[in-house]
């Protein structure tokens, strides 16, 4: 299990397997004491020793897909991230999606866990994350 805590990274993990279809207990949070760190079936499935249920945003289409840039970018209003994110979604033909999972302050590594997709998610990949820069939908306006 691995702590991958960074600021001002953000991961993104994306499905194309319908979202009604999946177990609650693949998203159903353990808490530590403080309640403020969590893990679940899907934190365990991908190594993850915990993460912070404020920092984690999923979106996604009950029924059917959706382009992938409008999942993620309802979740983070950043665009700083979205051009790579494109590119990597691209190469791994995810570019329609029925859900996301984006994960604030954090850098998964495939290479720290051995782990890059489990039964319902595919790791698309760690970005650099500014804050403060213009929204996905401010930019496309």
């Known amino acids: 299990m691995h702590d991958f805590s960074k600021k001002n990274k953000v991961s993104v993990w ?5 979202y009604a279809d999946i177990p609650d207990a ?3 949070e353990t808490f530590s004491r403080n309640n403020t760190r969590a893990t679940n079936t899907w934190s365990k499935n991908f190594r993850l020793k915990y993460f912070m249920p404020e920092n984690m945003e ?8 959706i382009d992938i840039k409008q999942a993620v970018g309802e979740c983070s209003f950043s665009a700083s991230f979205m051009d790579v994110l494109m590119s990597k ?5 995810l570019e329609q999606v029925t859900w ?3 994960l604030f302050e954090y850098e998964y590594s ?3 866990s051995a782990t890059g997709k489990d039964e319902y998610l595919t790791f698309l990949g760690a970005f650099d994350y500014d804050d403060d ?4 939908y401010d930019v496309e306006e």
Not at 58 to 65: E, H, I, S
Not at 89 to 93: D, E, W, Y
Not at 133 to 136: F, L, N, P, R
């Open 100 to 102: 996301v999972v984006v």
């Open 58 to 65: 999923t979106n996604g289409a009950m029924d059917g897909l």
């Open 133 to 136: 820069a213009d929204s996905v």
């Open 89 to 93: 979604a691209r190469k791994k033909q």
């Open 110 to 112: 495939v290479k720290l």
């Open 14 to 18: 994306a499905s194309q397997h319908p």
């Open 26 to 28: 693949y998203f159903e």
